[in-house]
């Protein structure tokens, strides 16, 4: 009984949903960039190497560029930086499936490798050959938002401030990027045109938009995404580079689109779920103290959490399809057939 | 319909020709006016040329000779770009539409009216609504696509066109998908059109229509125009022998049927499709030893479904199927194969064939598993080579080596490799979809002569092709199927009447259910 | 037409395959020569006058070394027989691949050739790091194997890691709590625990997939750190009190006898060579195997013909499993003898490469597994000996796997030259080109 307070109280403090919406934000971004992609019907895989990349990119960028300017200016320099080379990775990707033809999976495993190995291959020369990975400089980070004016709200004011008014900006990008994907896919001609092609590609054609160029631009564009997805974790979530720092959610994010139904929305909820496991998982033995919980088991929540989504997302559209079948066969039974009415002559 | 005699040509067809890259003659010298402001019926059977001829006026394909005017210009159409900006405007069978859109969004896409930086809704809904009741093409602007029925998407098909500025329509079998209260809401759209001043040009194989809605009909034959008549001038019983031909009948050298007993039984068969639609509409029939029942019909009335409801590919609404009394497994193909279900199926780069795969192991697709090709848990490849030889002597398919790619043969061969495949799975009944299409002439011939052969046998064999002249030849019996149901059954296809035939195949005939049960 | 095409035309297949022949010997003379050459390179640590041939024959192992050689040369002379010309595109990818790689270490090393040189002459130079190579290959041999039954049946799979450890796993169990049993039945029975452990963790995307059409790649890849856990989750528990670092008991049974002083070379070797034949006996010679090619070249031509598709699909996926768990057996009873966190080292990612360039043909997987095996060893040598990080070594393996496969344009447009897919209007087309032609 006590135990089950315990977890749930701790899963509904406010320090609990503010450490949620910081750990989703790197899910949050990159399940917004597979969304687009997906959107467009060009599945990124590449993800993870994107992010990589970008994360990479921007704390080093911004740490070399606070040796010379204000940190707080570093740091964006370092951003700018990082979606820079998000976007170019993601348009090799495009370059090599839309232009080469290649096979678009195998690029995105190529990609994904290439942004491991190049930012270990790249810190070891920055480094000179010293294990750790550190430069050697002080590492930049995104501002905090402080947002002071929510203690002020009665009663519930403290709880606010500790769950929304110390948040990195990335996080506020994050959300905010949610509403911006919507606009675009929803609101503006370019998302209409993208949201076409991914659907059906002939009808777009048909109508003279260009599909290879618009998949370009999707794919780019979650290149940005997942970039900021990158930068968040090393200049945001951490203080640095490390290596392979992503931990796979730049894959987690390709389950997300799916789970949410396909819009920016239902993929933020999505993202915020696996958020709230990945949560659980850093504080599963706080919240039960007492109980000799091996640590590999809160580890294993996000991907188990995965796993059994897909399921449950597979298993469901499966069902719909038969249940559509179905569902046309009784109104058949309850209407009966046309009986075949031609001239008989 | 228009009285108005001075009407000017608007688009004309002179002398096309279309010769595709792999050889193949689909247009040959067509010429076709089509003049302001009227309903031009376009009719002809499966492979008569009408869509090649269609997608040249859209610019999906060009012209080997010849030339298109429009207006009496000569233009180059070079794609649906310039089609569209030309004023010319098609409606495919397969829709162009983007599901998840509304209607609007759909009328509108990539030409959005903008409001800033954000597509005007309201705009691309007042604008829509207008055109809608402008051409009385009833809509639901705001509605999505996918939740609408199939006769509104149509309509939205239209209002596309109409928003670009067409002045031209082509309608390209635009009933095939439509109810007949749908048909009617069609028609009274296309009058309403050319009321307009717009022009349709309405392809069809359903004679009826061609009546109902036509001023003036081409019929297309073997990739030529057999000619072009004012409808009213016209009856379906001249229609349909200008479409069908009047070939004389290949006088075949075929022993005279030896029916045995029944081998497959059909009762009530029924099909629906996943969108719905009946495909297959209380089918009955029987198939007999020694006997080729050749089920006629043009294509998409059904005779796919059948095949492969048969074949265990797809699972029956109701209805049975008994084949020498025990029931066809239903969606189990190696089921139904093993209790004697044989197939040769219609699309045989999809479904009949790995194309990437050796001779041989096409060849034993339905046996691998089985003695002598499998034993003691592995595969025999000498069996299965041999069992290859076997089949390339016999079957006189040409090539060096039975370990080739299916891919290194010619269409003719690598339909011989799925007709020596299905003819020695020793089958009680063997099915044949199209056995010939696309193949040449001497593998037709040889195709015919095993199909015969089998049936003096003793074989049942279930026989659908959409070309009149092979079924004619090779069937013992006939059935006529026009949309989803058997609209006619033949005891004797040597004494049928060509014209009759048509009238069955293209729908303004029926059979009565009785005299069908008299003819079973 | 000239004489000689006509009688290239009308070579009878009995010519042809003698000549095939010939050119086999004359390859298989050449890996001879090769694997001589090599290993007196190798033990006498450079091939300097002809003394150097008594210095290696006096070596330790050298006969074991050479047989392992002969096994080199042997592995390669299967590839081209197994490729053909298709060995020249290996060739340039890989070559282009590394020369991409030299211009990206110029930008960032002081002496790029000297790296180079490192990480192209650095595994041959001792016998350790020659050794380091071969049992790599043996390794991702077994990966490559599990990558190609799954890419011929048109499927993805980045679950070989989870797989390895899992195998692993499993027969470090039987190693070490099973009572003392023979060799030849401790080993046996550890390797089936191994194959077991493998089949069960590939089975489960496979079920996902066959049965709710739920993409393998996201089920596969979310398996692994599922498996990495409870793998590090045993181990926790196994691991002696006294160990700071989370790694087992030193195994004592069920361990595979080492050739090679020196090395780590062991009878392993002969479950390489078994696998590689079992492989492709699967594939090619059982209908199983007949079934993953045909789900493979055309899954609604597979259906049509009677095949169980999602069987089919299941057992693809578990027989993968069985390779992968097979190198996990490899890695624990060969390799490292105890069981250690992050045991596998990313060899899946490495597997599916070896596959790709092998072209899914099992028995041209060794050859491509050595030449692999050959960057990889050679990327720590090049780390230490010239300051440039190894992973370089990766950033090449991208770069293979986008040329490999944007390269592999050339074949896709031939194919789809030949291939005649039509629209509808080539059906109906050709249909009509019977009638016209009938016509007078």
New interface residues.
Partial sequence: MTLLQNVLSGIFSAAFLGAMLRVTTPILLPSLGALISDRAGVINIGLEGIMLSAAFTGATVGAYAATAVDPSIAAWVGFGAAIVVAVLVALLLAFFHLQLNGDLILGGIAINILGSAATIAIGYQLTGGRGGGSLGLAGVQMPIVDLPFLKAIPAIGDGLYTILGSQNIMTWISFLSVAVIWFLLYRMPIGKHLRAVGENPDAAASVGIDVRRVRYLALAISGVLAGLGGIHLSMGYLNGFTRDMTAGRGFIALVAPALGGGTPFGTMIAALLFGAFAGLETRLPSLLPGVDIPSQLPQIIPYAATIIALVIYSYQRTRALTARARRFEQQRKQEPAPTPSGPSD | MNTNKQKRVIIEAKAVTKI?P?????N?GVNLVVTQGEIHALVGE????K??LM?ILYGL?RPTHGQVFLRGEPVQIAN??VA?RLGIGMVHQN???????TVA?NVV????P?RG???DTAKAIAQTQALADQYGLQVLPEAQVDSVPVGMRQRVEIL?ALY?GADIFILDEPTAVLTPGETRDLFAAIRNLVNQGKTVIFITHKLREVTEISDRVTVM????VIGTVNTNESDERMLARMMVGREVFMVVNKPPVKRGKAVLQVRDL?Y?A???K?AL??VSFNVYEGEVLGIAGVEGNGQTELVEVL?G?RAA?HGTATLDGKPVPSND??????VGIA?I?EDR?????????SIS?NL???R??KAPY?QH???Q?EQATQNAQAMIEQFDIVTS?AENPL??LS?GNMQKVIVAREFTAQPRLLIAAQPT?????GA?EFIHQQLIDKRTEGLAILLVSA?LQEVLKLSDRLLVM??G?I?AIFPDPTAIAEEDLGLYML??????ADDMEALQ | MTATDLTTLNTPPSTRRSRALLWMLLGIVLALIFSVVLTVHVAAGGITDAASISKAIAAPAFTNMLGMNVLVGLAAVLFVNQTGWGTLRVILTVGAALLIGFILMLLISHDPLKAYNALLTGPLSRTNRWGSWVEDAMALTLVGLSITLVFRAQLFSLGAEGQIALGAMAAALVALYVPPLPLGIHIPLAVLAGCAAGFLWGMIPGILRAYLNANELVSTLMLNPIAALIYSFILDRIKPKSAGFTVSEPLTAALLPRIIDGTRVTTGIFFVIAAVIITWLIIQRTPLGYEIRTIGANIKFARYGGIDTKRTIVLAMSVSGVMAGLTGVYLALGIHQKLILGLSGGLAFEGIVVALLARNKPLAVPAMALLYSYLRVGGPIMQTDASVSLEIIRVIQSIIILLFTADGLIVFIQARRTKPKPPISEQDAAHIAEGAAAQP
């Fill in positions: 595709y792999n050889g193949v003659l689909a040959n499966n492979g008569a040329g869509s090649t997608k394909e649906p770009q569209i829709f162009m539409l983007v599901p998840s859109f969004e896409l990539n030409t959005e903008t930086i954000t597509v596309k670009r034959r073997d990739a030529q029924t629906v996943e969108s719905g009946v509409d209380n074949t590919l609404a193909p190696r089921a139904a194969r093993e197939h199926p780069l999809n479904n009949g064939a790995a194309i990437s795969s192991d034993i697709v339905d691998y598993y499998s848990g592995f595969l490849l080596n891919q290194s269409g299409r696309g193949v040449d002439i037709i070309d026009y949309n149901h609209a729908g303004a005939k029926q059979q009565s």
